[in-house]
Nanobody, 124 residues
Framework: QVQLVESGGGLVQAGGSLRLSCAVS????????MGWFRQAPGEEREFVGV???????YYSNSVKGRFTISRDDAKKMTFLQMNSLKPEDTAVYYC??????????????????WGQGTQVTVSS
């Protein structure tokens, strides 16, 4: 059974930082590309970034330069370091496993397994 568990969310002031973690079980992991998404109330799920199996990250324009994705294959974990947070970053953040035959890694429907999400709230 595949499980993804996010942690590290919370309340932070604008300009602050948070580090989210995603622990994966039930998969080999080292061959998986891992994505991060977020969803604000009333909004669609939004692509944040993805890290390939060989550790190359790609980011949305809205977080590029502020967020960093990393992975630790030995621990089967991926991380989202968020710096210079803004109120518009407030959302539930999710990690997910990218499917092998994807065509667009920015699309949520290309991902097969999801965590339950962790809330990030940035106050102004």
């Amino acid at each position: 059974q595949v499980q993804l568990v996010e942690s590290g969310g919370g309340l932070v002031q604008a300009g602050g930082s948070l580090r989210l973690s995603c622990a994966v079980s039930g998969r080999t992991f080292r061959t998986d590309a891992m994505g991060w998404f977020r969803q604000a109330p009333g909004e669609e799920r939004e692509f944040v970034g993805v890290i390939t199996a060989i550790g190359v990250p790609y980011y949305s324009n809205s977080v590029k330069g502020r967020f960093t994705i990393s992975r630790d294959d030995a621990k089967k974990m991926t991380f989202l370091q968020m710096n210079s947070l803004k109120p518009e970053d407030t959302a539930v953040y999710y990690c997910a496993v990218l499917g092998d035959s994807y065509t667009d890694y920015r699309r949520p429907d290309e991902y097969h397994y999801w965590g339950q999400g962790t809330q990030v709230t940035v106050s102004s």
